[in-house]
């Protein structure tokens, strides 16, 4: 994505709050076992071992269907590359990625473990570590690319090493760095130093039921609407939001009650930060997409302003897509996002990272406001369909929507290949470059009717129309 890059004075800025951080959080020697698995051009022609284990991130075992995510690696896989899962791709699958969208022809690592999800853990057995040995010989190493850089993947590169002798390295930040990125408590002192408390929304922080009660109890004294926020959740599902209004009239024990309600079901850990935010009413969500690369490969890259598709007061995130608001805004986001990444960089930040925001005001006035509300530390619902759309068309980005996509119940066990027939020539094609969507995560499809799709376009409104039209009429509901 065009756009200028910070300047001297930004950067300095960057790596004094950066230099001000590492020594308030003692990271020097929190890093120092990690950097032997550093990711650097010594391991630029290494093979790439893609992991989708999403292990690291509350309340997703009960998501049915979940282990199929794993299969969301096979878009980052590349010809000779490697990708793990826990269970085989839905059959047409492959074949689809290959022939249909010409993704190359990596190789599949089957392997399995007591907690599905854990395929990280799973690949350190030492059958699926001697399949990974003879892969990584002939090229003097292997990289090991996962979805979150979690203490079980830098594990499997220890792991690695200690049997074969062959060196390893992780594209992402050493576990310390990456839970400065990915928690909300830690994220928000980051942005408040470096860009100033006005790219956060208010925010208070508490240890224990009855300190966040009273916590809740003030904001809401002045706020309309206040929220409660676990700080190391995806997909809004640690965040209650309440109506402040409400919480005026209620008794201290009535708000200890709901306190204590949300701690539970958001299995709290006690003395874990929970943060007290002002929940601003906005429909506008955007994100930014960025790359991190190790600091002696050049600064963090921009590459894209997404809107995100929201559902309900607490903003389930559904899909996305490329951002129609103003340039100006769009600016603004990129480069306050680019600023704290630089400093993330400094503190031993490697690979994709992202920004969510909320914007309050009028977008297309000089008074729109934009605040950082968290960052994804990890590839995600935005950037993985992003990475795909960009690999399929290189030259230059299309427009497209890109979101999940449940079918009714009477479409139950339907197979890829048959909603790939009733798809048809809509399919894209990428050596004809005709067709509207392109498929992607159908392992859910069986069993929930459920598949990832995204709806090309020669205009943000064509896409949206070829979503929300179009496709329920080329699926016959």
Same mark, same amino acid.
């Given at each position: ?7 001297? /004075? ?32 010594? !391991? ?5 071992? $893609? ?27 590349? $010809?000779?590359?490697?990708?793990? !899962? ?34 990280? @853990?799973?690949?350190? !057995? ?34 690695? *090493?200690? *049997? ?62 206040? +929220?409660?926020? *676990? ?12 109506? +402040? *209004? ?34 601003? @009413? ?15 490969? +050049? ?28 340039? !100006? ?47 994804? +530390? ?8 992003? /990475? ?10 299309? $427009? ?27 399919? #894209? ?7 509207? #969507?392109?498929? #992607? ?28 039209? /179009? ?7």
């Amino acid at each position: 994505m065009s756009m200028p890059g910070l300047t001297d /004075h930004d950067r300095a800025d960057a790596r004094r709050v950066a230099d001000l951080l590492r020594e308030r959080w003692r990271l020097d020697a929190e890093l120092q076992p990690f950097r032997a698995f550093s990711y650097d051009f010594h !391991a630029a022609d290494w093979p790439h071992l $893609h992991l989708e284990d999403v292990t690291g991130i509350p309340f997703l075992d009960g998501v049915v269907g979940i282990e199929q995510y794993q299969h969301r690696a096979r878009v980052r896989a590349q $010809h000779g590359d490697l990708f793990a !899962a826990g269970t085989a791709p839905a059959p047409g699958y492959e074949d689809y990625c290959q022939h249909h969208l010409a993704l190359g022809a990596p190789e599949l690592i089957l392997a399995t473990d007591e907690d599905p999800r854990a395929i990280a @853990q799973a690949c350190n !057995a030492p059958d699926i570590l001697d399949q990974l040995a003879s892969h990584a010989r002939p090229a003097g190493g292997l990289v090991i690319h996962p979805y979150m850089a979690i203490a079980s993947v830098w594990e499997l590169a220890e792991a690695l *090493r200690a *049997r074969t002798d062959l060196p390893c390295a992780v594209v992402g930040p050493p576990p310390p760095t990456l839970w400065i990125a990915n928690d909300k408590s830690h994220l928000s002192t980051l942005v408040e130093e470096l860009l100033g408390p006005e790219w956060i929304v208010e925010t208070a922080r508490a240890k224990d039921a009855r300190t966040i009660a009273q916590a809740l109890s003030e904001l809401a004294s002045r706020c309309d609407w206040v +929220g409660l926020k *676990r700080t190391r959740c995806a997909s809004a599902m640690g965040n209650l939001v309440l109506d +402040g *209004r409400e919480l005026r009239a209620a008794s201290p024990d009535e708000l200890l009650t709901v306190v204590k309600t949300f701690l539970t079901r958001t299995q709290w850990c006690e003395g874990e930060d929970v943060l007290i935010v002002d929940w601003l @009413q906005t429909d506008l969500s955007p994100s930014t997409q960025l790359w991190i690369p190790p600091a002696s490969q +050049g600064p963090p890259r921009l590459d894209g302003v997404y809107e995100q598709l929201l559902e309900g007061p607490e903003k389930m995130f559904l899909g996305s897509r490329p951002s129609t608001l103003p340039e !100006a805004l769009n600016a603004a986001m990129g480069q306050a996002s680019l600023k704290v990444c630089d400093a993330l960089q400094q503190l031993g930040y490697v690979g994709r990272c992202s920004f969510d925001f909320i914007v309050s005001g009028d977008p297309l006035s000089p008074e729109a406001h934009p605040r950082i509300t968290e960052c994804n +530390g990890r590839w995600g619902g935005t950037s993985t369909p992003m /990475h795909l759309v960009d690999r399929l068309f290189p030259a230059r980005r299309p $427009h497209y929507v890109a979101t999940d996509f449940y079918l009714p119940p009477s479409y139950q066990g339907i197979t890829f290949t048959e909603l790939c027939d009733h798809l048809g020539d809509d399919l #894209y094609n990428a050596s004809t470059g005709t067709g509207r #969507y392109i498929l #992607y995560n159908v392992g859910p499809l069986a069993e929930r009717g459920k598949f990832d799709i995204i709806a090309l376009g020669d205009t943000p409104a064509t896409a949206r129309q070829n979503l929300e039209d /179009h496709l329920p009429y080329r699926l016959g509901l």
